[in-house]
């Protein structure tokens, strides 16, 4: 029993406890319910010495059958014309002075013969049941055991930790059983890995796509797997017909199901990464035809181990299915003729979700947007995979419009371009109003990703169709867009000359938010060009709209760039005490992001200062803040910081590692720095290649590069007193 050792002992614990008369096993097709019953019955025999006792009702269609089959096993002979139940009942009393178990194996499509169970269990007191199904029964002291599909390997982890997984154990066992010089080796093992996770870790696909290893290499056998239904067929001889493939496996367990269980089984198929029970009834019952209540039914699949449930604290659970049954599924919504009403369902309902966070919204609004976009991130990707193919582009235009902020806030940097390049190309002439906004949002993304040709040539597109449509709002946002990609690839007298020209338009349409917003940015380009005067009254000028709007996170930004103008002219003290205010107040407006940057500053002015111990202080909270939102372009901030203070500290090793880290992380999400601060820093590391030899920086860089992101955030929570420790990998 590869991988069920701790199913197998809690089981038979459960079946010992005097007050556990019926455990059922549940769990979907093909996941082991079977195997692992037999194997605790075997292990439990000599304690049971009334007997155990095996009943196939795999074969059995009518429940009334079922004490018939119980009667077989036992060994009852019809006598006097007396209803096979009630001899059934009467062998199991006289037999109360010694246990017995009996395991009713596939008991699912045979439901109604629970209330046998619960009349033979009060019979006699002596009788234990152990049921294999893929639904609970339902009767009173039952205790349902589910048996999941296996742990998931991933290919990533290390040779020794996938020989320990059970999915990958299982596999090499079965692969040397029809070709015995297979053997796992760190050359294939990843290989492995994913073949068992590309069939959900389902013991039964698992040992079918072993048996493949006879006729095909592994790369073969993972191509093949895009129809997983197709490839993993012909089991053992010695197993039901319906085990023999996991199509007949999974039909099994299809042709219980009620025409709406059916219907919404097939429908749910269309979602990627699970969905809620409100998007379940959205996009599966448009027409009101499932014939029952949509809790009721999605309960019953839940029941029956087709769907599975995913908790999410306090909030609403999630539904999702086994990717080898939602293949199965889908193959039934085409065969049904309703594949493409419940796309266009799906796609409509991801439509309206993705445009909930179109309007202005408050940052904890903002946040919890963002987190149902995580969530729904799957499904979005199929809708808009849904509409390029069918070519409907008026809605493609408006999910990719309003997906841009998710792209943007979770750095989904290179899938965003690519969906936004793909609509301008499908588009061609049409859509002018739509296409301007694609240009001015590719600009923001390609800016943040360091292509500056590519950000002016977008940018300069999205001002050219403004200005062809006389929208002067969209001319500002484009010209403040050019500045922002002029004073990222260093070109500050351009950007300063591009944020005069936006501040010019922001002030004729009298639009305060924006022209502050301006102010801001205008002020920082100045600052770094040295023209303190213009940087200070654009600052002071835009403090002044803020307050006059209330907007305390604006007002927080400005004080922080105060702070920055301060520190550029040396005033030390001034500008501590400005960062400092800025912190207070996004903490009061509850600007996470905002005291995050605040708290970075505070971490390098410290560094700077030679205060090493309050720099660390500042960086750490900084980085648990941007962990905490998922901020990474943040997290890769705080370990640079963090890299010059171990610098400044005299750990060479340290700042490498942390340095290295970073440039991953950026490398990961498509998000370099921008050449100005990536020259400094350069120049900070330098210090530390040169303390060094090759050999001892090379694999200081090499440490950090290679560290998983949640191994690095520990790496750079470490104190003082444990950095001599080794790095957790």
């Given at each position: 029993?590869?991988?069920?050792?701790?199913e197998?002992?809690?089981?038979?614990?459960?079946?010992?406890?005097?007050?556990?008369?019926?455990?059922?096993l549940?769990?979907?097709?093909?996941?082991?319910?079977?195997?692992?019953?037999?194997?605790?019955?075997?292990?439990?025999?000599?304690?049971?010495?009334?007997?155990?006792?095996?009943?196939?009702?795999?074969?059995?269609n009518?429940?009334?059958m079922?004490?018939?089959?119980?009667?077989?096993a036992?060994?009852?002979?019809?006598?006097?014309?007396?209803?096979?139940?009630?001899?059934?009942?009467?062998?199991?009393?006289e037999?109360?002075?010694?246990?017995?178990?009996?395991?009713?194996?596939?008991?699912?499509?045979?439901?109604?013969?629970?209330?046998?169970?619960a009349?033979?269990?009060e019979?006699?007191?002596?009788?234990?049941?152990?049921?294999?199904?893929?639904?609970?029964?339902?009767?009173?002291?039952e205790?349902?055991?589910?048996?999941?599909?296996?742990?998931?390997?991933h290919?990533?982890?290390?040779?020794?930790?996938?020989?320990?997984?059970?999915?990958?154990?299982?596999f090499?066992?079965?692969?040397?059983?029809?070709?015995?010089?297979?053997?796992?080796?760190?050359d294939?093992?990843?290989?492995?890995?994913?073949?068992?996770?590309?069939?959900?870790?389902?013991?039964?696909?698992?040992?079918?796509?072993?048996?493949?290893?006879?006729?095909?290499?592994?790369?073969?056998?993972?191509?093949?797997?895009?129809?997983?239904?197709?490839?993993?067929?012909?089991?053992?001889?010695?197993?039901?017909?319906?085990?023999r493939?996991?199509?007949?496996?999974?039909?099994?367990?299809?042709g219980?199901?009620?025409?709406?269980?059916?219907?919404?089984?097939?429908?749910?198929?269309?979602?990627?990464g699970?969905?809620t029970?409100?998007?379940?009834?959205?996009?599966?019952?448009?027409?009101?035809?499932?014939?029952?209540?949509?809790?009721?039914?999605m309960?019953?699949?839940?029941?029956?181990?087709?769907?599975?449930?995913?908790?999410q604290?306090?909030?609403?659970?999630?539904?999702?299915?086994?990717?080898?049954?939602?293949?199965?599924?889908?193959?039934?919504?085409?065969?049904?003729?309703?594949?493409?009403?419940?796309?266009?369902?799906?796609?409509?309902?991801?439509?309206?979700?993705?445009?909930?966070?179109?309007?202005?919204?408050?940052?904890?609004?903002r946040?919890?947007?963002?987190a149902?976009?995580?969530?729904?991130?799957g499904n979005?990707?199929?809708?808009?995979?849904?509409?390029?193919?069918?070519?409907?582009l008026?809605?493609?235009?408006?999910?990719?419009?309003?997906?841009?902020?998710?792209?943007?806030?979770?750095?989904?940097?290179?899938?965003?371009?690519?969906?936004?390049?793909?609509?301008?190309?499908?588009?061609?002439?049409?859509?002018?109003?739509?296409?301007?906004?694609?240009?001015?949002?590719?600009?923001?993304?390609?800016?943040?990703?360091g292509?500056f040709?590519?950000?002016?040539?977008?940018?300069?597109?999205?001002?050219w169709?403004?200005?062809?449509a006389?929208?002067?709002?969209?001319?500002?946002?484009?010209?403040?867009?050019l500045?922002?990609?002029?004073?990222?690839?260093?070109?500050?007298?351009?950007?300063?000359?591009?944020f005069?020209?936006?501040?010019?338009?922001?002030?004729?349409?009298?639009?305060?938010?924006?022209?502050?917003?301006c102010?801001?940015?205008l002020a920082?380009?100045?600052?770094?060009?040295?023209?303190?005067?213009?940087?200070?009254?654009?600052?002071?000028?835009?403090?002044?709209?803020?307050?006059?709007?209330?907007?305390?996170?604006?007002?927080?930004?400005?004080?922080?760039?105060?702070?920055?103008?301060?520190?550029?002219?040396?005033?030390?003290?001034?500008?501590?005490?400005?960062y400092?205010?800025?912190?207070?107040?996004f903490?009061?407006?509850?600007?996470?992001?905002?005291?995050?940057?605040s708290?970075?500053?505070?971490?390098?002015?410290?560094?700077?200062?030679?205060?090493?111990?309050?720099?660390?202080?500042?960086?750490?909270?900084?980085?648990?803040?941007?962990?905490?939102?998922?901020?990474?372009?943040?997290?890769?901030?705080?370990?640079?910081?963090?890299?010059?203070?171990?610098?400044?500290?005299?750990?060479a090793?340290?700042?490498?590692?942390?340095?290295?880290?970073a440039?991953?992380?950026?490398?990961r999400?498509?998000a370099?720095?921008p050449p100005?601060?990536?020259?400094?820093?350069d120049?900070?590391?330098?210090?530390?290649w040169?303390?060094?030899?090759?050999g001892?920086?090379?694999?200081?860089?090499?440490?950090g590069?290679?560290?998983?992101m949640?191994?690095?955030v520990?790496?750079?929570?470490?104190t003082?007193?444990?950095?001599s420790?080794?790095?957790?990998?």
């Open positions: 029993m590869i991988g069920r050792e701790q197998l002992a809690a089981v038979q614990q459960l079946l010992l406890d005097p007050a556990t008369r019926l455990v059922t549940t769990g979907s097709g093909g996941s082991g319910k079977t195997r692992l019953a037999l194997e605790v019955a075997g292990a439990l025999a000599e304690r049971f010495r009334g007997g155990v006792h095996f009943i196939a009702l795999a074969s059995i009518d429940p009334a079922v004490p018939a089959a119980i009667a077989e036992v060994g009852i002979r019809e006598t006097g014309g007396r209803p096979v139940v009630e001899l059934v009942k009467d062998h199991f009393r037999c109360s002075h010694s246990p017995v178990l009996l395991l009713l194996d596939n008991l699912e499509h045979l439901l109604p013969a629970s209330s046998l169970v009349g033979l269990l019979t006699s007191p002596a009788l234990k049941v152990l049921v294999t199904s893929q639904a609970p029964l339902r009767v009173y002291g205790y349902e055991f589910p048996v999941p599909p296996l742990p998931l390997p290919q990533s982890h290390s040779f020794d930790v996938l020989t320990r997984n059970p999915a990958v154990a299982l090499a066992q079965r692969a040397a059983a029809v070709k015995p010089d297979f053997v796992l080796t760190a294939n093992a990843a290989g492995v890995a994913e073949i068992c996770a590309r069939v959900d870790g389902l013991p039964l696909a698992i040992e079918l796509a072993a048996a493949r290893v006879k006729m095909l290499p592994l790369g073969a056998i993972l191509a093949r797997l895009q129809s997983r239904l197709e490839l993993l067929t012909t089991g053992a001889r010695d197993v039901p017909e319906r085990q493939t996991l199509r007949n496996t999974i039909d099994w367990s299809y219980l199901l009620s025409e709406g269980e059916q219907k919404l089984l097939r429908r749910l198929a269309v979602f990627w699970g969905c029970l409100e998007a379940a009834e959205a996009v599966c019952n448009t027409r009101q035809d499932l014939g029952s209540d949509i809790f009721d039914l309960s019953s699949l839940l029941d029956k181990s087709l769907i599975q449930q995913r908790a604290g306090d909030q609403e659970p999630r539904f999702a299915m086994l990717e080898t049954i939602r293949e199965y599924s889908l193959e039934r919504l085409r065969d049904a003729g309703e594949e493409e009403a419940t796309k266009r369902s799906h796609a409509a309902y991801c439509l309206v979700l993705a445009e909930e966070g179109i309007p202005e919204l408050s940052e904890a609004e946040a919890a947007w963002l149902r976009c995580d969530l729904e991130h979005f990707r199929a809708a808009l995979d849904w509409l390029f193919q069918t070519g409907n008026d809605w493609a235009f408006r999910v990719c419009l309003a997906l841009f902020r998710f792209w943007d806030m979770r750095e989904h940097l290179t899938e965003g371009r690519a969906r936004l390049e793909n609509l301008l190309k499908l588009a061609g002439a049409g859509f002018g109003d739509e296409r301007a906004k694609v240009c001015l949002f590719l600009g923001a993304i390609t800016t943040a990703q292509d040709a590519a950000a002016a040539h977008f940018l300069e597109q999205s001002l169709f403004y200005k062809d006389g929208d002067q709002s969209g001319i500002a946002v484009s010209l403040n867009a500045a922002v990609t002029a004073r990222d690839r260093g070109d500050y007298l351009t950007a300063q000359n591009y005069e020209e936006s501040l010019a338009c922001w002030r004729i349409l009298s639009d305060r938010v924006a022209t502050a917003r102010l801001h940015n920082n380009v100045a600052k770094v060009r040295g023209d303190y005067a213009r940087a200070r009254r654009a600052v002071l000028e835009a403090v002044e709209i803020f307050e006059e709007l209330h907007d305390r996170s604006g007002i927080a930004w400005s004080l922080n760039q105060q702070g920055d103008i301060a520190r550029e002219e040396g005033d030390v003290a001034a500008s501590r005490a400005f400092e205010c800025a912190l207070l107040a903490r009061e407006a509850g600007d996470r992001w905002g005291a995050a940057r708290l970075a500053d505070l971490g390098s002015m410290a560094c700077e200062q030679g205060d090493h111990s309050a720099a660390q202080a500042a960086y750490r909270e900084s980085l648990e803040i941007f962990a905490a939102v998922g901020h990474r372009r943040g997290i890769a901030r705080a370990w640079e910081g963090l890299a010059c203070l171990a610098l400044a500290r005299g750990d090793v340290r700042a490498l590692s942390l340095a290295a880290a440039a991953h992380l950026r490398q999400i498509g370099p720095l100005a601060e990536q020259s400094r820093l120049q900070h590391l330098q210090l530390a040169e303390s060094l030899s090759h001892e920086g090379k694999d200081a860089w090499a440490e590069w290679e560290m998983s949640e191994a690095a520990q790496y750079s929570m470490q003082e007193s444990a950095m420790g080794s790095l957790d990998q």
